[in-house]
């Protein structure tokens, strides 16, 4: 395979972590609708999915635009473009390409501050919903399903 063996173990690790993201979300469903009321419980299961839809696009844009002010405020400090944090993905390119030098380094660790930043939210994020979820009650399962519809 070449220079891509590291791929294998990342292959795994993705694997891995899909399979436990799968069995997490399902928990999640299921814990939405043992909260619910049997009459409600379709209706917050989609609402989950939903909002589960819906956080994404926000989570995606929100990581995004820490990275690129992140990444932005440190090439300021180091005196060079900031253009280069607003074209990010695209100067990778360009940094494959040049030549070791200080001016490589200060690029590197500009996205290297930028992801620091965004570890910072999301661990702040993940913290502050670990902490939330200890407020949630005991359900139990142990419901009669009201089924509104039937397969004709």
Known sequence: MGDLGWLDGYDTC???AGYARRRFNKSLNVGIQAISKPEDAAMAASMYGFLRSLGMPIGVALAGSVFSNSMSDKLSELGLPTSIAHDSEQYIFVLRKMADSPQKSAIL???MRGFDSVFVMVTGLSATALIVSFMI???SMD???VAQFSAK
Do not use: C, G, N, T
């Open 109 to 111: 660790s500009s996205y």
């Open 137 to 139: 009650r005991k359900f």
């Open 14 to 16: 993705m694997r891995v």
């Open 143 to 145: 419901k009669i399903l």
